[in-house]
């Protein structure tokens, strides 16, 4: 049972454009969720979390919104550049012991 | 510094056969996590080590173990192997455990495992 769903597996966006990746959790007691980056033959990168607390949480280009009653949060980046082209991985957890549940993934092409 | 190393990168087995994956943490981390990346599954948590204790297991059967030595480094066991192993295992470590760490952690570049 997928506890953290993307159900895109690939999306593909202009250069400059906004890119929107979208992820669905079915545990009402994830209360921190990050988002990872992954090129490929590398491991992946954390890029960003937000908090349950939180609804918005920024960094430069990327963005994350939660939204608690749909247990749906997404990842915005904004403009989106070649170097973005990778695979996003949405994750949560639960306080009490920390476990990181991934979500299988979705592959971003960036189009010239 | 070094990054997170893991040997050896690639491996073919055939079923039956067990496998031991190793992974050297950067200098000064202590806690070391293992995982299983397949087109299927994504990435599956597998087990968290800390100063060699193990201090969390995700939902895999017994034939998947760990340690964890003094100087940091970690190793995982595969036993009696099933084609279904197949699979890039990465490894991450960090300096703590915790929330913290989750952001902090750096992960190797993987050994990617194929059972025929």
């Known amino acids: 049972d997928q506890q953290v769903k993307q159900n895109s597996p690939s999306l593909s966006v202009q250069e400059g454009r906004i890119s929107i990746l979208n992820c669905d959790y079915t545990n009402s007691m994830f209360d921190y969720f990050l988002w990872y980056k992954k090129y490929p033959a590398e491991g992946p990168t954390f890029l960003i979390s937000?908090?349950?607390?939180?609804d918005k949480n920024e960094d430069g280009r990327f963005t994350v919104f939660l939204n608690k009653s749909a247990k749906h949060l997404s990842l915005h980046i904004v403009p989106s550049q070649p170097g973005d082209s990778a695979v996003y991985f949405c994750?949560?957890?639960?306080?009490?012991?920390?476990?990181?549940?991934f979500g299988k993934g979705t592959r971003l092409h960036i189009l010239p | 510094k070094a990054g997170v190393t893991q040997t050896p990168r690639y491996l073919i087995k055939t079923r039956g056969q067990q496998v031991t994956l190793s992974c050297s943490p950067i200098s000064g981390h202590r806690s070391v996590s293992w995982y299983q990346q397949t087109p299927g599954q994504g990435l599956q948590f597998l087990f968290e080590?800390?100063?060699?204790?193990?201090?969390n297991k995700g939902n895999f059967p017994g034939r998947f173990s760990g340690r964890q030595f003094s100087n940091s480094r970690s190793e995982m066991n595969v036993s009696t192997l099933e084609l279904g192993d197949s699979a890039l295992y990465l490894c991450?470590?960090?300096?703590?455990?915790?929330?913290?760490?989750?952001?902090?952690?750096?992960f190797g570049p993987g050994t990617r495992l194929l059972v025929l």
């Open positions: 080590y800390f100063s060699e204790t193990q201090r």
């Open positions: 994750a949560a957890s639960v306080g009490r012991d920390d476990k990181i549940i």
């Open positions: 991450a470590s960090s300096r703590g455990v915790g929330r913290a760490s989750q952001e902090t952690q750096y």
């Open positions: 937000i908090s349950s607390i939180k």
